[in-house]
């Protein structure tokens, strides 16, 4: 039922996406870069990018690995179809829409996924089954500290945010999956809006509202009566996980 909301969520999105998903292109930007850092004289052939959106992390990666044949897969049709207008002129990527938790993905040298497992209810499993899947698994995730002074102010108006797990949940997630070779890192990224419908609509056009869609009244109670700026952060958990 919640990856269904998901689903609707980014497929409405998917139009918007690229227009202010700014930082969610500076993360991708970061986890392609630590990639390629810790694999220095290796060059995958098959790469798989998993929760795609518009393609940020392939496209990154193409710069670098122009001959690498790619599966982009997302849950939300409407955002594969921005991709493949994108790539239009690339013959080496091919597109696959649907859950990642259940399909059933080749073996591949190297699984990418930028800002996506936050939203799958068992990330413990799917990072397991790709993990199974690949010889090298890279990601990036938000952290349960994401947002922390926006959460603080739905808090005060009885609103419930997301739920996302702790750096320290996620090492040991991963570490239970014995890489041979393995990197963690944090990062944040300071965002600012003039008020609290600036900050919602921001949300809305990247699709990230999933848990904004109940009770109407209380965000309506929010956008009245809470005017001040908002200062908050994306906090975002990096790995690197190697056979």
């Given at each position: 039922?919640f990856l269904?909301?998901?689903?609707h969520s980014?497929?409405k999105?998917?139009?918007?996406?690229?227009?202010?998903?700014?930082?969610?292109?500076?993360?991708?930007?970061?986890?392609?870069?630590?990639?390629?850092?810790?694999?220095?004289?290796k060059?995958?052939?098959?790469?798989?990018?998993?929760?795609?959106g518009?393609?940020?992390?392939?496209?990154?990666?193409?710069?670098?690995?122009?001959?690498?044949t790619?599966?982009?897969?997302?849950l939300?049709?409407?955002?594969?179809?921005?991709a493949?207008?994108?790539?239009?002129?690339?013959?080496?990527?091919?597109?696959l829409?649907?859950?990642?938790?259940?399909?059933?993905?080749?073996?591949?040298?190297?699984?990418?996924?930028s800002?996506?497992?936050?939203?799958?209810?068992?990330?413990?499993?799917?990072?397991?089954?790709?993990?199974?899947?690949?010889a090298?698994?890279?990601?990036?995730?938000?952290?349960?500290?994401?947002?922390?002074?926006?959460?603080?102010?739905?808090y005060q108006?009885?609103?419930?945010?997301p739920?996302?797990?702790?750096?320290?949940?996620l090492?040991?997630?991963?570490?239970?999956?014995?890489?041979?070779r393995?990197?963690?890192?944090?990062?944040?990224?300071?965002?600012k809006f003039?008020?609290?419908?600036?900050?919602i609509?921001?949300?809305?056009?990247?699709g990230?509202?999933v848990?904004?869609?109940?009770?109407?009244?209380?965000?309506?109670?929010?956008?009245?009566?809470?005017?001040?700026?908002?200062?908050?952060?994306?906090e975002?958990?990096?790995?690197?996980?190697?056979?």
């Amino acid at each position: 039922m919640f990856l269904k909301q998901v689903q609707h969520s980014f497929n409405k999105s998917a139009t918007s996406y690229e227009s202010v998903g700014h930082i969610q292109r500076l993360i991708a930007h970061m986890l392609v870069k630590e990639i390629l850092d810790n694999m220095v004289n290796k060059e995958p052939k098959q790469i798989i990018d998993i929760g795609t959106g518009t393609g940020f992390v392939i496209e990154e990666l193409l710069k670098h690995l122009p001959h690498a044949t790619y599966t982009a897969n997302d849950l939300a049709c409407n955002m594969i179809e921005i991709a493949k207008a994108k790539f239009i002129n690339f013959q080496n990527i091919n597109y696959l829409v649907g859950d990642a938790s259940t399909l059933d993905f080749e073996y591949s040298d190297l699984v990418t996924s930028s800002m996506s497992l936050q939203w799958f209810p068992d990330i413990k499993g799917v990072l397991k089954k790709l993990y199974n899947k690949t010889a090298v698994l890279s990601f990036s995730t938000l952290l349960k500290e994401n947002f922390k002074e926006w959460y603080e102010i739905l808090y005060q108006f009885n609103i419930s945010p997301p739920n996302f797990h702790t750096k320290k949940e996620l090492e040991e997630i991963c570490l239970c999956l014995n890489p041979r070779r393995y990197r963690f890192l944090n990062r944040s990224y300071m965002i600012k809006f003039n008020n609290a419908l600036e900050m919602i609509k921001y949300l809305k056009k990247l699709g990230a509202n999933v848990n904004n869609n109940g009770n109407k009244y209380l965000v309506k109670n929010l956008l009245d009566n809470y005017k001040e700026p908002i200062e908050t952060r994306y906090e975002v958990f990096f790995a690197i996980l190697e056979k």
